[in-house]
């Protein structure tokens, strides 16, 4: 009887390690996911919609980007205004776009 409580204390110690284990590493994937978020971009074309510099934001309507997931469609992105001088709506234009914190934002952006 006493083989199965030193068996049975050995579980429960290697039990409680591997949930302390995983405490520990769940923000670390976390972490790690957000930088690799961080790092995805991708450049692309398509025609300005509506501009709010004040705002930061620049609506364009584009075709599928592959690399952010993102299918054709009309998305308000992100952008610092000062990229947005002298970008209108109606213009054509060629872009690169990123996902930051679940946002999608213009890093890059010429007619």
């Given at each position: 009887?006493?083989?199965?409580?030193?068996?049975?204390?050995?579980?429960?110690?290697?039990?409680?390690?591997?949930?302390?284990?995983?405490v520990?590493?769940?923000?670390?994937?976390?972490?790690?996911?957000?930088?690799?978020?961080?790092?995805?971009?991708?450049?692309?074309?398509?025609?300005?919609r509506?501009?709010?510099?004040?705002?930061?934001?620049?609506?364009?309507?584009?075709?599928?980007?592959?690399?952010?997931?993102l299918?054709?469609?009309?998305?308000?992105y992100?952008?610092?205004?000062?990229?947005?001088?002298?970008?209108?709506p109606?213009?054509?234009?060629?872009?690169?776009?990123?996902?930051?914190?679940?946002?999608y934002?213009?890093?890059?952006?010429?007619?």
């Amino acid at each position: 009887m006493g083989k199965v409580f030193k068996m049975a204390g050995r579980m429960c110690l290697g039990l409680a390690a591997f949930g302390m284990l995983a405490v520990w590493a769940a923000p670390l994937a976390q972490a790690q996911s957000a930088n690799q978020e961080a790092a995805v971009s991708a450049s692309a074309s398509g025609e300005v919609r509506r501009v709010d510099a004040a705002a930061g934001k620049v609506t364009i309507r584009h075709g599928e980007i592959s690399a952010l997931d993102l299918p054709a469609m009309t998305l308000v992105y992100q952008a610092d205004p000062a990229l947005l001088a002298g970008i209108k709506p109606g213009d054509k234009v060629r872009f690169t776009a990123a996902r930051q914190s679940g946002r999608y934002v213009v890093t890059e952006i010429s007619k």
